[in-house]
């Protein structure tokens, strides 16, 4: 079953979300395997992330890798809201 992930990261800038993405990116995990969206939203200077996974477990095998980039740059993920897809519309 898919889950949805929204994150309300602290301080993640649009500039600190650009840099991680390219860490992500030069750390072969820019595409992560079970990730299926992925959505960076702008609110008052700050990036907030809605993700779209394919399981718990794909998920959790992402954070090895991103949660030391996001430590490196002082960003804190905080504790996502996740909830179970009922329903994708594409277009």
């Known amino acids: 079953?898919?889950?949805g992930f929204y994150f309300s990261p602290s301080s993640f800038t649009p500039a600190?979300?650009?840099e991680t993405i390219s860490r992500l990116e030069a750390?072969?995990?820019?595409?992560p395997?079970?990730?299926?969206?992925h959505v960076a939203l702008e609110a008052?200077?700050?990036?907030?992330?809605?993700?779209?996974?394919d399981s718990?477990?794909?998920f959790e095998a992402f954070g090895p890798t991103l949660l030391p980039?996001?430590?490196a740059l002082g960003a804190d993920p905080g504790k996502p809201m996740v909830?179970?897809?009922h329903n994708i519309i594409k277009g």
Not at 27 to 31: E, I, K, N
Not at 33 to 37: E, H
């Open 1 to 3: 079953m898919a889950l």
């Open 83 to 85: 909830s179970p897809v």
């Open 56 to 58: 718990q477990e794909s």
């Open 16 to 18: 600190t979300y650009d």
């Open 33 to 37: 395997a079970g990730r299926l969206f």
């Open 69 to 71: 980039i996001m430590g």
């Open 44 to 53: 008052d200077g700050q990036i907030q992330v809605f993700d779209v996974w």
């Open 27 to 31: 750390a072969g995990a820019g595409a």
